[in-house]
């Protein structure tokens, strides 16, 4: 049943060489510079301690892409940017679309082996990182597949380069790639997802009316540039002459501390997934705009976060179909939904024939319209099965549909209510992953006969990566030994996000009629956990260490006398930003320990350093018996 609203007309706005033009004259990069002709004085960017105007930015990142230029980087090349965090990353963002070129976002914390098989897969014409990550990287050894520009050290290669916009090249595709984004793919490799100017530069003219960014507004930008949630912190801003407040780094981006950040710096527009707005402890008065996706929304956090003067909205849409497809406004005391498609957008529910489902019935939400991204790199079968003929279309061939593989249902209002997926592929804090790379990496071990990966409930309500795996029988490692062994196979070949917490071994996997694996008849997991398994466990000493173990061993979900006084929370523990937020709240709650921060975590991972950490804060006991505290 298509939506009432799909499938609206966009007019022309300006002239084919405007953002609001249509053609291949669109560019990101021209959304921003017409911002910047407006107010070239105003505020683009807040880094840390740097504060760059629109003019500066603009100079910046023009004389990088004259530099890419100079080097042969022009239509539709793929440039991949591996950089952390800091004013370069925006400057070559920026630069790349400058130069005409597409950019292709790269985690620079993702393992080598991920690294160079995307490196490869896109071809890139060069990449964009620091002299650090390229100095002390595998992907830039002896398998390095493109040119490498630090971006740190080539300053003075820049300086003399001319400062103003480049001209725009011609000769290219008549629509060019804007980006390619990866996501976790089925195959055990991800997945490359190409956009074209087109459709990012559609999504812009459409959302920015939607989203309703102003001059003055201070917007968020806490995603990582390799996850196109980004792209609707970054894009829109610029859009509008706003200002981009770069979030702080490591344990300050969740929680009190973020919380913090935000009130200090005059935040007016979050957006964020709803497991990161859970973790921040009160009210922010300056927030006038919020805006969650990436996962379901509960309806308490709806009616915690509502307030008169704020708007909050929830957005919908895959990478596939650039960023966001669908939106609600949310509001106190009524259903959460994903809403109805952005204007030129449409939904379609279709069922396992590809047909439109009845009014009310339950369909695979498939999306149409000018955001759909071309297809995956190099997969001409996959895209083949994802992009498919819109049924409702006039004439074969004058429409295609997405299929997301997540379901949905038209409600009375003419709204979509989410269902859950219909596949193997699962959110977990905002990320997408698919469970089949997870099976596909554990897999590659000669030990492993089969695999299968869920997500499933942990304690606290917290969703976690469970694995399960049946043994071959000519493979006489232990178990320990095994599980150790997948555990680092696992590190070396996927991000931390996509890392199952636990371990199971099976004398075989439930199957479905069709025979592949029935991830819902998977048991709940034993215990086992999979960072930990293997490693001695160093019993804690004195009544603090006692307090934290426990503490953590609550929120982990393992017996307090299994875990470590010298395990790392992180890589040991299977931890991870949300979780450890969640045991400084347990500590605070504790005496003795109640002055614990999400950063003494980060820098005391073990259950003894952060012990140690804690008795050194507390100082000496007051009164004439006080004692030195312990070294």
């Known amino acids: 049943m298509v939506s009432r609203t799909a499938a609206l007309p966009v007019a022309p706005i300006g002239d084919r060489t ?9 560019r990101l990069n021209r959304f921003f510079e017409t911002a910047c ?100 990287a595998d992907w830039a050894g002896p398998r390095r597949t ?26 290219g595709p008549e ?12 195959s055990g490799r991800p997945k490359g997802v190409e956009i074209a100017r087109s459709s990012i530069c559609n999504f812009l003219r459409v959302v920015s009316p939607v989203y309703g960014v102003r001059p003055q507004d201070r917007v968020y930008q806490g995603m990582a540039i390799s996850f196109d949630f980004s792209i609707e912190e970054i894009w829109p801003t610029w859009a509008a002459g706003a200002t981009l407040v770069a979030g702080p780094a490591g344990p300050a981006r969740l929680g009190a501390e973020l919380a913090d950040f935000l009130q200090e710096r005059g935040v007016t527009v979050l957006y964020c997934v709803p497991t990161l707005l859970a973790t921040v402890p ?71 024939r590809r047909r439109p489902v009845p009014h009310g019935d339950v369909g695979e939400i498939c999306l149409g319209g000018p955001g759909l991204a071309r297809g995956y790199v190099g997969r001409p079968d996959l895209t083949a099965d994802r992009f498919v003929e819109h049924p409702l279309a006039p004439g074969a061939g004058s429409g295609l549909l997405y299929r997301t593989g997540d379901l949905g249902r038209m409600t009375a209002d003419g709204e979509i209510e ?19 790379e997870i099976d596909s990496v554990l897999m590659e071990d000669p030990g492993v006969a089969q695999a299968g990966t869920a997500l499933v409930n942990a304690n606290d309500g917290d969703r976690v990566l469970a694995a399960y795996v049946v043994r071959t029988g000519d493979h006489d490692a232990s178990d320990d030994d095994l599980t150790a062994r997948l555990h680092k196979r696992l590190r070396r070949s996927l991000p931390a996000y996509m890392m199952p917490s636990t371990l199971d071994f099976l004398d075989r996997l439930p199957v479905m009629p069709s025979g592949k694996t029935d991830r819902r008849r998977l048991p709940p997991p034993a215990g086992r956990r999979l960072a930990a398994a293997g490693r001695r466990v160093v019993p804690v000493r004195g009544v603090l260490e006692t307090t934290v173990r426990d503490a953590w061993a609550e929120v982990i979900g393992t017996e307090p006398g299994e875990l470590s006084a010298q395990a790392d929370f992180f890589t040991d523990l299977g931890g991870h930003s949300l979780l450890a937020a969640r045991a400084v709240s347990v500590l605070r709650g504790r005496p003795g320990t109640g002055g614990a921060t999400l950063r003494d975590m980060y820098e005391h991972p073990t259950v003894r350093a952060l012990a140690a950490r804690l008795r050194s804060s507390a100082g000496p006991p007051a009164g004439p018996a006080a004692k030195q505290p312990r070294p």
């Open 175 to 186: 629509d060019p790639l804007a980006y390619v984004m990866y996501t976790s793919g089925s």
């Open 418 to 436: 989410y269902l859950g997926r219909s596949d193997a592929e699962v959110k977990i804090r905002g990320y997408r992953v698919s469970l089949e």
């Open 146 to 171: 493109c040119p490498v520009i630090e971006v740190d050290t080539c300053a003075r290669e820049l300086a003399p380069l001319p400062s103003s916009r480049p001209p725009t090249e011609d000769g």
């Open 282 to 352: 009160h009210d922010l008065p300056r927030i006038r705009s919020l805006v969650v996706g990436g996962e379901a929304c509960p309806c308490a956090l709806v009616e915690r976060w509502s307030r008169p003067g704020r708007r909050m909205l929830n957005t919908y849409g895959p990478t596939e179909a650039t960023v966001t497809a669908t939106w609600q406004e949310l509001l106190p005391g009524r259903p959460v939904t994903i809403g109805r498609p952005l204007p030129t957008y449409s939904v379609v529910l279709l069922d396992e």
């Open 37 to 136: 002709d407006r107010t070239p004085s105003a505020v683009a960017l807040e880094c840390g301690a740097d504060r760059l105007s629109y003019a500066e930015l603009d100079t910046r990142a023009n004389r990088m892409a004259h530099h890419l230029r100079r080097l042969g980087i022009g239509p539709g090349r793929p440039v991949a940017l591996m950089l952390p965090q800091s004013v370069e990353t925006y400057v070559c963002l920026l630069g790349v679309c400058k130069a005409d070129a597409a950019f292709v976002p790269i985690d620079p914390a993702a393992p080598p082996d991920r690294v160079s098989f995307i490196l490869r897969d896109v071809r890139a014409a060069a990449v964009l990182t620091t002299s650090a990550l390229a100095s002390g």
């Open 18 to 26: 405007e953002p609001g033009g249509t053609g291949s004259a669109d």
